[in-house]
């Protein structure tokens, strides 16, 4: 298997659970691949070349690896490409070799990750750019089920920084909470009487600022506010709490909002809505 670790993510589990999926296991005449069974001889072996067919940030490759090694221990693999390397349209990003009918049975979730990670990874830099060194980017929990350590894996590789990785590593309370809770004082004190240590609280009004902060929030989200109103917003939060700028965000106003002063902005759509990057993989008979 590949040497490739992430906190919290199971690889070895991943290559399985993806490959069965693909393969059929557990099917009536599934856990196999039958058009390369029938069309390509056992003793066929492939060489091939995975090269990006536009300008790309890279992520995924060391999961791609993992997928050829699985299928075939004795694979040679050649990584061309850093992760988090921008690479231009033509760059060559892995070679292969191995037994041609494991090569052909892993390709397609070997692209697949590398497409998706590598579009997540791309788009992160985009909006990063635009942003102009101001303010930082944060990711969301707007992620595939089951694919968000890669998928947070992919923005940091974007130069995104991990905003909660779920439930539990901090609170954020947001209109629901304060609608049961009775207000945004009591929502943020009933987190602070429990003991939570860091306390996010969304506030889409300018009035909802103070009575937060009195409660003990250390962070507050500012929820769908124009930039001359983030601006006012950190004025009156006068450096008491960190400040976000959420909600609607997109390539061409990230600028001008990062420019309000707010110390982060999040992006949803960094993991909802990448495209998958053009990446092909070429394979030849040796």
């Not at 102009?132 to 995104?160: C, F, N, S, V």
Request: net charge negative.
């Amino acid at each position: 298997m590949s040497a490739f670790t992430l906190p919290g993510f199971d690889l070895p589990a991943f290559i399985a659970a993806t490959l069965a999926e693909d393969l059929g296991v557990g099917f009536p005449g599934g856990g196999r691949d039958v058009t390369s069974e029938s069309v390509i001889p056992a003793e066929a072996r492939f060489a091939g070349v995975m090269a990006s067919r536009e300008d790309i940030v890279v992520a995924g490759l060391p999961i791609a690896a993992a997928f050829f090694r699985h299928l075939d221990p004795a694979c040679a693999v050649d990584i061309l490409a850093a992760e988090g390397e921008a690479v231009p349209a033509g760059a060559e990003l892995l070679r292969v070799t191995g037994a041609a009918r494991a090569l052909l049975t892993a390709e397609r979730n070997a692209l697949n990750t590398v497409q998706h990670l590598s579009g997540i990874a791309t788009m992160t830099r985009a909006y990063v750019h635009a942003m102009g060194g101001r303010a930082t980017l944060l990711d969301t929990r707007k992620t595939l089920p089951g694919l968000r350590r890669l998928e947070k894996y992919a923005t940091r590789l974007g130069g995104a920084e991990n905003y909660r990785m779920g439930l539990w590593d901090a609170a954020m309370i947001k209109d629901n909470h304060i609608a049961v809770a009775g207000g945004v004082g009591a929502a943020v004190a009933r987190a602070k009487a429990a003991g939570i240590a860091w306390i996010i609280c969304e506030v889409d009004r300018l009035d909802q600022i103070e009575p937060a902060l009195a409660a003990g929030a250390n962070h507050l989200l500012l929820d769908n506010m124009a930039p001359a109103t983030l601006a006012e917003a950190v004025a009156l939060v006068a450096g008491r709490a960190k400040t976000e700028a959420s909600g609607g965000v997109r390539l061409d106003t990230i600028g001008t909002i990062a420019a309000s002063g707010v110390d982060y902005v999040s992006v949803g759509r960094l993991m909802q809505s990448a495209p998958a990057a053009d990446i092909g993989l070429d394979l030849a008979m040796v």
